[in-house]
């Protein structure tokens, strides 16, 4: 699944429904009021499953996508936010990371605790907004 926005149109007519490339994709559009990604992420949620990964389109990690995903079903959380210690190097640091938990993730207000950045790589569990008992 592929969720676009501004200009997605233009990623649909290159690589259509992948076929020519062996694979499927579907396409989630954020909407006429452009909200973000998260707008894109909510009219997806029927079609992505009980837990699924979100990925920056602009992101390659050299990580063990496998290995992330069986850690964050195994710990039973809700989410996973993959975070690289990034000391102001890349971007604007915006976690704060301590005693293996994020303290605070926030792109607007800075504190000085701030050394980590996210890292482009999630995963959730749709529960929280998914209608109806679990």
């Given at each position: 699944?592929?969720?676009?926005?501004?200009?997605?149109e233009?990623?649909?007519?290159?690589?259509?429904?992948?076929?020519?490339w062996?694979?499927?994709?579907?396409?989630?559009?954020?909407?006429?009021?452009?909200?973000?990604?998260?707008?894109?992420?909510?009219?997806?949620?029927?079609?992505?499953?009980?837990?699924?990964?979100?990925?920056?389109?602009?992101?390659?990690?050299?990580?063990d996508?496998?290995?992330?995903g069986?850690?964050?079903l195994?710990?039973?959380?809700?989410?996973?936010?993959?975070?690289?210690?990034?000391?102001?190097?890349?971007?604007?640091?915006?976690?704060?990371?301590?005693?293996?938990?994020?303290?605070?993730?926030?792109?607007?207000?800075?504190?000085?605790?701030m050394?980590h950045?996210?890292?482009?790589?999630?995963?959730?569990?749709?529960?929280?907004?998914?209608?109806?008992?679990?």
């Amino acid at each position: 699944m592929l969720c676009v926005g501004y200009l997605g149109e233009m990623i649909v007519d290159r690589y259509g429904d992948g076929a020519k490339w062996d694979v499927h994709i579907d396409y989630s559009f954020d909407g006429p009021k452009l909200l973000g990604t998260g707008g894109a992420l909510i009219r997806a949620l029927p079609l992505l499953g009980d837990a699924f990964y979100i990925l920056y389109g602009d992101s390659y990690l050299p990580v063990d996508y496998l290995e992330v995903g069986r850690s964050f079903l195994a710990s039973g959380r809700l989410g996973l936010m993959t975070i690289y210690e990034n000391q102001e190097r890349y971007d604007t640091s915006n976690v704060w990371f301590a005693e293996g938990k994020i303290k605070v993730y926030d792109k607007k207000n800075k504190v000085p605790q701030m050394h980590h950045i996210d890292y482009g790589l999630g995963l959730l569990r749709a529960r929280p907004w998914t209608a109806g008992p679990r």
